[in-house]
């Protein structure tokens, strides 16, 4: 099957730092990703839908400030978390979708803000 | 409101025996439903889809049924085996999810015995 690439896979910052995150797809075009968080023993929340060549659209209760993402090609869209906080520690995943009905996922990121 | 519901307790079984995991959803209407797998510290691994106008679907040990008068998704695993064991996450894309936006339920953590 298709395969999604996340990285980092964890990572660990300071308070009020900005962090980084990439989402690739290696063998096919996504027009469209998504963003998602789970926190421990959690189900996966959508965050936001990541449109190759537009602005993302995020979710109720996302601040679109907070999380911003950027889907410049075909296959990367990135998710920066601005001036992270510890309550922002969780762990992020980013999925796309080929040209079938299924969603391939990348392997995560766990976030750790000190 | 709306809701997925799986069953919150993990479920153990012995190895060799069938496991059956149940996601019910209430004020949705479902194109589609979909079994994904995750381990810890993973991505969702897709497993199985099933159409609103399906009943059964099946995949090697697996074996997914859809019925929509209960509201309700099952998903087996027969000829259980350690390796099986895992979060095994139900999601379903609403009529009108342009996007194919997954809405994921809770997660139910198996674990099967040797």
């Known amino acids: 099957g298709a395969v999604v690439s996340q990285h980092p896979s964890r990572v660990i910052c300071k308070s009020g730092t900005s962090v980084k995150i990439e989402c690739r797809s290696l063998?096919?075009?996504?027009?469209?990703m998504f963003w998602y968080r789970q926190f421990p023993k959690q189900s996966l929340m959508l965050m936001a839908t990541?449109?190759?060549?537009?602005?993302?659209?995020?979710e109720q209760g996302v601040e679109k400030d907070k999380f911003l993402i950027n889907h410049a090609s075909l296959t990367l869209s990135t998710l920066t978390v601005t001036s992270a906080h510890p309550e922002d520690s969780s762990f992020y995943i980013c999925?796309?979708?080929?040209?079938?009905?299924?969603?391939?996922f990348g392997s995560g990121t766990q976030l750790s803000v000190l | 409101s709306q809701k997925i519901e799986q069953n919150s307790e993990a479920l153990n079984i012995q190895e060799g025996k069938t496991a059956t995991l149940t996601c019910n959803y209430t004020?949705?209407?479902?194109?589609?439903l979909q079994w994904y797998r995750q381990d810890p510290g993973r991505g969702p691994v897709f497993l199985l889809l099933i159409r609103e106008n399906e009943k059964e679907k099946r995949k090697e040990r697996l074996k997914v049924t859809f019925d929509t008068t209960l509201k309700q998704s099952l998903f087996h695993i027969t000829a259980s085996q350690p390796a099986d064991s895992a979060t095994y996450l139900c999601?379903?894309?609403?009529?009108?999810?342009?996007?194919?936006?997954?809405?994921f339920g809770t997660g139910t953590l198996l674990a099967v015995q040797p």
């Open positions: 063998d096919f075009q996504a027009t469209t």
């Open positions: 004020n949705y209407s479902p194109a589609y």
């Open positions: 999601a379903l894309t609403n009529y009108g999810g342009a996007t194919n936006k997954l809405i």
């Open positions: 990541s449109n190759e060549g537009s602005k993302a659209t995020y």
């Open positions: 999925s796309a979708r080929d040209s079938t009905t299924e969603l391939f």
